[in-house]
């Protein structure tokens, strides 16, 4: 019976995986404040800087990149201006969605953000998702952006072993997330 629930429960999460995936979803996103890219996954940092030319928004928030990692590290191959580079933040701090979640807290605190695009891939989102719903203020908007990486085939994830290992990982990190870590959020 709980391998079944679980089964079920696991393809139902992998629905995910499309759910957050939005064709010229920058369109939607022309009043946003502030782009937040997750690290960890490979294209986030591109598509997110793609998306901040487009869209021009406050700023752009990289979290929980590795320390003395600097903006010429993270774009060494990349064309950033100087007055974009002014609007780039970095977070050195985080190792974790929820400390990513925790330390963008900080940040749209203090620097009075009302809305977030919130990048990462597709087979992160849902966490990430609840994750920040969780932690931010109630008030703040959360747009979700999630990128198709290269390290994970969306459509046919089953078909090859890491992404599949990926698609696992993912949801007993959720499910983590959803019962027991749930008194994280607890917490001032």
Do not use: C
């Not at 793609?50 to 990149?65: A, D, K, Q």
């Not at 990692?69 to 969605?97: C, G, H, M, Q």
């Not at 953000?113 to 989102?125: K, P």
């Amino acid at each position: 019976m709980v391998g079944f629930f679980l089964l079920t429960s696991f393809l139902n999460f992998t629905r995910s995986f499309k759910e957050f995936t939005h064709p010229n979803a920058q369109y939607l996103y022309r009043q946003v404040d502030f782009i937040v890219v997750l690290t960890g996954g490979k294209g986030r940092l591109l598509s997110a800087l793609n998306l901040f030319h487009e869209i021009e928004p406050r700023g752009l928030f990289i979290s929980g990149v590795g320390r003395n990692v600097t903006l010429r590290t993270l774009f060494f191959n990349v064309n950033v201006s100087e007055p974009e580079r002014s609007k780039i933040y970095i977070e050195d701090v985080s190792k974790s969605t929820f400390e990513n979640a925790a330390q963008t807290k900080k940040f749209i605190l203090d620097h009075s953000v009302r809305s977030i695009v919130l990048v990462t891939s597709t087979y992160h989102m849902k966490r990430s998702l609840y994750i920040f719903k969780k932690v931010m203020p109630k008030d703040l908007l959360i747009y979700p952006f999630a990128i198709e990486s290269e390290n994970f085939d969306t459509d046919a994830w089953w078909r090859s072993f890491r992404s599949t290992k990926i698609a696992f990982e993912e949801y007993f990190k959720y499910l983590w997330y959803r019962w027991v870590g749930r008194r994280l959020f607890s917490t001032p």
